[in-house]
């Protein structure tokens, strides 16, 4: 109820914001391009009023060739295991993402794709920012974007806990292939978003301050995985206060890790509403760094604070239906 009275009140003092702002294109220009420009008053992209020094490109370049594979390696020997020397053999371990028993109830499939997909879109814009044309930084972002997730995924390989998984594989290729999609057309990029909901639950506050080490990207339990619809990016809804809101397609597993917080092990799909805060922060900040780096932020980031309309439970099984107990 408390993200419902949020929403509510955020609601009345957006719509405010929304009307004046309709109010100051009352007359619509004739062609449906110029249109869409002067009815969406969406996200500042980064490209706008980013600038970088071409003298720097190259070095940029060189820090992003070695920091993302590198990042990459350290994240896995730390947190994942990856040791070449407890475990001599390369292993393929194929994980099925379909039904009740896949590992993670499939969230880590989703995982990857969103993984995937933040970084396709993360290397395209500093590839443009440091002097690519648009479709050559597109090219640029996926190659880089597959090659360090393929690092992981050997990585894996190589870890006593995992394997290579060429399920994780395809996923990535899923998340890289939406993220080409939404660069190459900005229409569907003002519309479409995929988003990941993260807020650490009290098994993880607990433990905040211990030496447990904490690894987010598998934190299932505390994630959902979110297909976006932005109304703000419609023609004529964007004029109304239904810009400051998204409907949202989403997908959650609860109970396949730390099963002592569950009793059960459960798959979920839900259809919500939340509140626009790219659109939002857009409209409260001024231009500039600060607005368009929380527009940004909000465009892949989905604050726990949406109102699901209704939601179905694909499984719902004790622990004791899965082999693994």
Not at 47 to 70: H, L, Q
Not at 162 to 168: A, E, K, L, T
Request: proline share 5%; charged share 20%.
């Amino acid at each position: 109820m408390k993200c419902l009275n949020i929403l509510l009140i955020l609601f009345f003092i957006l719509s405010s914001f929304s009307f004046s702002y309709s109010q100051e294109n009352v007359e619509l220009p004739g062609s449906q391009g110029d249109l869409l420009q002067e009815t969406i008053k969406l996200p500042v992209n980064l490209y706008d009023d980013f600038t970088f020094s071409e003298k720097n490109a190259p070095y940029a370049r060189n820090i992003m060739y070695v920091s993302a594979p590198g990042f990459m390696l350290l994240y896995g020997v730390y947190l994942w295991d990856w040791d070449i020397s407890k475990q001599e053999d390369f292993t393929i371990k194929a994980q099925t993402f379909k039904g009740s028993h896949a590992i993670n109830g499939a969230a880590d499939k989703w995982g990857h794709m969103y993984a995937n997909y933040v970084g396709m879109r993360l290397f395209t814009f500093l590839f443009r920012a440091t002097g690519s044309s648009r479709n050559r930084a597109i090219i640029e972002g996926a190659i880089l974007t597959d090659l360090t997730s393929l690092i992981g995924e050997i990585g894996d390989g190589f870890s006593p806990n995992y394997g290579f998984d060429p399920y994780d594989v395809l996923f990535n290729q899923f998340g890289i292939i939406l993220g080409a999609i939404l660069e190459l057309s900005p229409t569907l990029d003002r519309i479409f978003a995929m988003k990941w909901e993260y807020f650490p639950g009290p098994r993880v506050r607990n433990h905040l301050d211990k030496t447990d080490r904490w690894d987010v990207s598998t934190d299932y339990n505390d994630s959902k995985y979110i297909l976006t619809t932005k109304l703000g990016g419609i023609p004529y809804l964007s004029l109304t206060p239904l810009r400051y809101f998204n409907v949202d397609l989403g997908y959650f597993s609860r109970g396949y890790r730390h099963t002592e917080e569950y009793s059960s092990r459960a798959r979920n799909i839900f259809v919500g509403v939340s509140v626009n805060f790219t659109i939002a922060f857009g409209d409260l900040l001024p231009v500039g760094y600060t607005s368009s780096t929380m527009q940004s932020v909000f465009n892949y980031y989905h604050p726990p604070c949406d109102l699901e309309v209704k939601k179905w439970v694909l499984s719902d099984l004790p622990h004791s239906e899965f082999s693994d107990e």
